[in-house]
């Protein structure tokens, strides 16, 4: 059976539309969402309730979980001061139109879903705000999907979609149960682990103007990595209609490759 997986759709319609009239279109009828329904878009409460009425399994993004609870848990990566204060712009304009009953919704999202050796996540098991990130050290990813007892750890939260297979991985670690012990060391083999990132339906930074998303298929454990075009304009002249940042719409029009360096690329968000 296959199933789908999407994820950062930050309150982008058009978006969202396109990627599920292309899963709809395939037959697929169990679709898990990694979170970050809001943030950065102009259509907050219209994707909320789509995901609701859809029924559609979700985990709660950093956008989630800071829209509701505040920027007191954030642990981001903005650019450059001026990409913070525009990601704050964002966070401002979507708290104040969010409805009561969609926060409601975003507050009530779990942090993870299980099903069997398949965990699902919008960062990493140990945050929705850690990335796990392609090149990450291979112990350290290793780490994120054994510890979690999974053996496919679907992810979001980067923007970039990908597979990563971490096969024949050994985990050595050096043990003393007392200070007169000497260190024993240990060694555990492990089969087979991969790491599935869906990418982004909302604001793709792949280098394309694609939503991307996953299916995966149960039977023969593959892993496809989709994209859909939609109308992106329309999302752009809703942008900029609400007041958002324009900004926001050239990098959904131009794709991530013509995003804007870092204006301070010593700086990072501390609060």
């Known amino acids: 059976m296959k199933q789908a997986v999407i994820s950062c759709l930050h309150a982008n319609l058009p978006a969202v539309e396109a990627v599920l009239n292309d899963i709809d ?31 559609i399994a979700t985990c709660q993004g950093c956008w989630d979980e ?54 699902f996540v919008h960062g990493s098991p140990n945050s929705q705000h850690e990335y796990l990130l392609p090149d990450m050290d291979a112990f350290a990813a290793l ?34 149960n007392s200070p007169k012990n000497k260190l024993e060391n240990k060694e555990m083999n492990l089969p087979m682990r991969r790491i599935v990132n869906a990418g982004s339906v909302g604001e793709p930074r792949h280098g394309g103007i694609n939503a991307t998303y996953v299916i995966y298929d149960d039977e023969t454990n593959n892993i496809d990595i989709k994209e859909v075009s939609y109308d992106i304009n329309r999302t752009c002249k809703a942008i900029i209609e609400v007041g958002l940042p324009h900004i926001f719409a050239w990098r959904l029009s131009h794709g ?16």
């Open 143 to 176: 780490e994120r999907v054994e510890m979690a007892g999974a053996e496919t750890l679907f992810c979001g939260h980067t923007h970039l979609p990908y597979l990563r297979e971490l096969g024949n991985g050994t985990i050595r670690v050096s043990l003393k």
């Open 25 to 55: 279109r395939q037959g697929i009828d169990i679709i898990t969402c990694l979170g970050d329904l809001v943030g950065y878009g102009p259509h907050p409460n219209e994707v909320v309730e789509l995901i609701r009425e859809r029924n």
């Open 66 to 119: 800071d829209v509701v609870d505040g920027l007191d848990a954030c642990d981001c990566s903005y650019p450059s001061q001026l990409a913070e204060r525009r990601g704050h712009e964002a966070h401002k304009w979507t708290t104040t139109k969010l409805s009561n009953k969609n926060k409601s919704f975003l507050a009530s999202l779990p942090k993870s879903i299980r099903r069997n050796k398949l965990l």
């Open 256 to 271: 991530f490759e013509f995003a804007e360096l870092a204006e301070d690329a010593s700086h990072v968000c501390e609060r």
